[in-house]
């Protein structure tokens, strides 16, 4: 038997974890290098300044991060699937390597050179391995991952090519391996639309991914157009992932643990998976980032380091949890 | 009423070699009819073509009272329902969330399930006599069990005509039966169509039989016109006698020794 949650339930849950996200905001904003007693908290410049945006930006990230990887779980049918799969860590990371090498200053809508640039080559990427996935209008799940593995061998060899020529090994592996130290309002202010946007398309395309549960040929007989469905989503987990990416560099496995943790808990149905992925997604970044400003405070550790440090563990627990599990 | 019209229908997966060649046959409402034939004479692919999953080179079908090709898919949908050899059951829904899935068609976009989508889970669970099982797991369930509760989920769909493709093969002689009996039953206020390995278990259940080969219908009527030692030598090439069960009055053929 599996235990289901009641209409009732599953909104105290997710109250719950709204109360936990607020927990965790909480403490992240007066723990840190310089410790914020609660008492000053409304008047302190590091927390309006630094610290708040910075929160805000590792909750918005996880966020989006999180809906990313159910929906391309979803789409594609493949539970490897995270949201870099279709190349955008390759072509944000080639992108702002770019910016990097060439030393580029330019200021585009409020968005400095890198993140511009990384967001501009994180969807350039997508786009041609969904360009070059399509045979007869049709985009097959398989060809769109293989693409995305040839694409992000082809876009490392670049990389390492930039890394060789320019010698700015440091600025660009720092830039990789994903931090959130450069948090600004502006940030926060870019990020937010892509997460409203993004969240809501794929929360109001659940029915779509529910369907798609069954297979491609069940969903067409369901009445699910899904070619436009496809694209779509693709389009939406792109942008989201795209602007996470711009602003926080490569985080792994946020994308692909939240969603398959969320399913063994709730279930496999899109209409819970998504609010609760978003909910913990965001407790997982904002913690994570935490753990990252303080464990070796005042140096800060990535974190992209502390989560794959944490998440390639935790996948593995649950893999064996969900094969015990299946027996 | 005539439920479904098929009308010189050409399809398959290539122009040049199609699977089916010309083939013209109607369902009325409230009938029951088996598709039969020999391995790879197009059964699945008429199937297909049918709900919408295979575009037709030539011909027509008609749907109640539009050309399949003036049906979006959502209004396909709610007319016709497919319940494919095998289904996949997805792990960690229950019976009910899986037959839920059968009210897509009638969602809108920025709503959810509502009032008579629940009324029609419950109608549809119980018509294939599986309220016991709806808050199981899917992946607990028996095949037969699993079979029913797949053709739950198409009837969720409240269509006009529900297509299966080979219901029962993969079940015991219990559940054949069982499935069979079920289908007759259902056949009312809609049409069914199946394909059948089991010509005797078609004949015994379906209210018509089409009988085809390399897609060309070689013989269509009810059990008693179509099951005869003729058409199965045409059909199969083998050689039969006909006996009709006594109490049924269903033709049933035994192979000659």
Redesign the interface.
């Known amino acids: 038997?599996?235990r289901?949650l009641t209409k009732t339930e599953g909104w105290l849950a997710l109250a719950g974890l709204a109360g936990i996200l607020l927990l965790v905001i909480l403490i992240s904003l007066l723990l840190g290098s310089v410790i914020i007693s609660p008492r000053d908290l409304l008047k302190s410049e590091i927390l309006w300044q630094i610290r708040l945006p910075r929160v805000i930006l590792a909750a918005l990230v996880g966020l989006l991060l999180s809906i990313s990887g159910v929906v391309l779980q979803g789409i594609l049918r493949n539970p490897l699937a995270d949201p870099y799969i279709l190349g955008i860590s390759s072509g944000g990371a080639v992108g702002a390597a770019i910016s990097i090498s060439l030393g580029a200053n330019f200021v585009v809508f409020g968005i400095s050179s890198v993140p511009a640039t990384a967001f501009f080559f994180s969807l350039l990427a997508v786009f041609i391995v969904y360009k070059l996935s399509q045979v007869a209008g049709r985009a097959a799940p398989e060809t769109l991952i293989l693409s995305g593995v040839a694409l992000a061998a082809f876009a490392s060899a670049i990389l390492s090519l930039l890394i060789i020529i320019n010698g700015n090994l440091q600025a660009i592996y720092f830039w990789l391996l994903g931090s959130l130290s450069s948090a600004t309002w502006g940030n926060v202010i870019t990020v937010i639309p892509y997460a409203l946007l993004g969240g809501g398309t794929a929360y109001?395309f659940s029915?779509?991914l529910?369907?798609l549960?069954?297979?491609e040929?069940?969903?067409?007989?369901?009445?699910?157009?899904v070619e436009n469905t496809r694209l779509i989503l693709i389009a939406a987990a792109s942008l989201m992932t795209a602007a996470a990416v711009s602003v926080s560099g490569l985080i792994g496995f946020v994308g692909l643990i939240v969603p398959h943790w969320i399913?063994l808990m709730v279930?496999?149905?899109h209409?819970m998976l998504i609010p609760f992925s978003a909910f913990s997604g965001m407790i997982l970044m904002v913690a994570a980032d935490l753990i990252s400003r303080t464990i070796l405070s005042p140096m800060e550790i990535p974190i992209g380091i502390i989560m794959a440090l944490v998440g390639a563990p935790f996948f593995l627990y649950l893999l064996r949890r969900r094969r015990v599990e299946?027996k | 009423m005539t439920v479904v019209q098929v009308e010189d229908l050409v399809t398959g997966y290539d122009r040049k070699n199609p699977v089916i060649k010309k083939l013209s046959f109607s369902v009325k409402e409230g009938h029951f009819v088996g598709i039969v034939g020999p391995n790879g004479c197009g059964k699945t692919t008429l199937l297909r073509s049918i709900v919408g999953l295979l575009k037709k080179f030539h011909g027509t079908i008609i749907i109640g009272n539009h050309k399949i090709e003036n049906l979006s898919r959502r209004e396909l949908a709610r007319r016709v329902a497919f319940v494919p050899q095998l289904m996949e059951p997805v792990e960690g829904f229950t019976v009910e969330e899986l037959v839920l899935l059968g009210r897509t068609p009638y969602f809108d976009r920025f709503s959810f399930e509502n009032e008579d989508d629940y009324d029609a889970v419950t109608w549809a669970i119980k018509e294939l006599g599986v309220e016991k099982l709806k808050q199981r797991s899917i992946m607990e369930l028996s095949g037969g069990e699993f079979q029913r509760v797949a053709i739950a989920r198409a009837l969720a769909q409240e269509p006009r005509l529900l297509m299966l493709d080979e219901p029962v093969s993969h079940l015991d002689i219990r559940y054949q039966v069982k499935i069979c009996k079920l289908l007759k039953k259902l056949r009312a206020h809609r049409s069914i169509i199946a394909t059948f390995h089991d010509l005797n278990l078609a004949s015994r259940f379906c209210t018509r039989l089409v009988l085809m080969k390399n897609g060309e219908l070689i013989a269509e009527g009810t059990p008693d016109e179509v099951v005869t030692a003729q058409n199965i030598w045409k059909a199969y090439r083998i050689k039969v006698t006909i006996q009709t069960n006594q109490k049924t009055r269903r033709a049933r053929y035994v192979l000659l020794p």
């Not at chain 1, 040929?217 to 157009?225: F, N």
Request: proline share 4%; hydrophobic share 40%.
């Open positions: 038997m599996v289901k109001f029915k779509e529910n369907a549960l069954l297979g040929e069940m969903a067409i007989t369901l009445g699910v157009e399913r279930g496999p149905n209409r299946g």
